[in-house]
């Protein structure tokens, strides 16, 4: 195979670096340069700008076939008499990978990635479903009432919403919620209808209601399911905790403070945004319906 064609399969991996192999040093190093950032820039548009993450992935690759066309249309370099460029090549590269960990790496100092446990957040958020979560530094104050948080306790995470905290008490008897001795208002929408296959026991789904429930300014969907016996939770929270408390009322898998008990401020590891990736349930590829879901 020619260095010519060498470095066009090069470029079809990482725009520029074949070009800078090549011999063409300032075009290679404009198109490394640029393709760097766009990835940067479209990884950080996701959690900022809320950016769909599939649309994120379909920008990447439209720049990415508008770089290497531009490659394409212009000289490669010398001509394949002359020896490749390995020197400068190597370092445009390893100069991508930091652009790419330094921005990332600051990226995720402000986000990160948590898989969701359980099934105490099922049907809004399915197990093993990987969610993008905006950190407590990011967020900048303490939680709102009724915010969907994620905590980490003793190795452990949690999620749920932010129900009551320190110093006041929590009661919950299947889907009645008491917070202060006060009923938290809610309304019945009726039985769930699955619309596809979920990767959950039956017995988790079937005969599953919902309803609306008001905690603090956020209204927000809960899921009882009919017929269960569910032991009644009653705890007084303790000054610095926070219960957070998952939508599934009838899971013996909530993950959640009914299960671990409220949480300190400082095992709080941030908002839980939307699903970044949703696993295939043994399937090689992902369900792309889920991917870029937001459970408020």
Do not use: Y
């Not at 008499?81 to 445009?92: D, K, S, T, V, Y």
């Not at 990635?113 to 905006?134: D, S, T």
């Not at 296959?197 to 039956?202: L, N, R, S």
């Amino acid at each position: 195979m020619s260095l010519r064609m060498q470095c066009r399969l090069l470029d079809l991996v990482v725009p520029g670096v074949g070009t800078i192999l090549a011999g063409g040093l300032l075009p290679g190093g404009v198109v490394l340069a640029v393709w760097a950032l766009t990835l940067t820039g479209l990884a950080m548009s996701v959690p900022v700008f809320f950016v769909h993450p599939l649309r994120a992935m379909a920008l990447a690759g439209v720049s990415w076939m508008a770089l290497n066309g531009m490659l394409a249309l212009g000289p490669i370099g010398n001509d394949d008499g002359h020896p490749p460029h390995w020197r400068p090549a190597l370092a445009a590269a390893l100069a991508w990978v930091m652009i790419l960990a330094v921005g990332l790496g600051i990226g995720g100092r402000f986000f990160g990635f948590e898989r969701v446990p359980g099934l105490g957040m099922f049907p809004g958020l399915l197990p093993n479903e990987v969610v993008l979560v905006a950190r407590t530094r990011t967020v900048g104050r303490a939680p709102d009432r009724g915010e969907l948080w994620l905590a980490r306790r003793a190795g452990q995470v949690l999620v749920g919403r932010a129900a009551a905290f320190g110093g006041e008490s929590l009661q919950l008897d299947g889907p009645t919620l008491r917070v202060g001795g006060a009923a938290v208002p809610t309304e019945a929408l009726g039985e769930v209808r699955m619309a596809t296959e979920v990767p959950v026991p039956a017995r988790e789904h079937e005969s599953l209601h919902v309803f609306t429930e008001q905690l603090g300014e956020m209204r927000h969907l809960a899921f009882f399911r009919k017929g269960v016996e569910v032991a009644p939770t009653e705890v007084a929270v303790p000054e610095g905790h926070l219960f957070l408390l998952a939508d599934n009322r009838s899971t013996a898998e909530p993950f959640d403070s009914r299960q671990f008990g409220p949480v300190a401020a400082a095992d709080l590891v941030g908002r839980v945004l939307h699903v970044v990736w949703s696993p295939g349930d043994g399937r090689p590829w992902p369900r792309g319906d889920r991917i870029g879901a937001w459970w408020p």
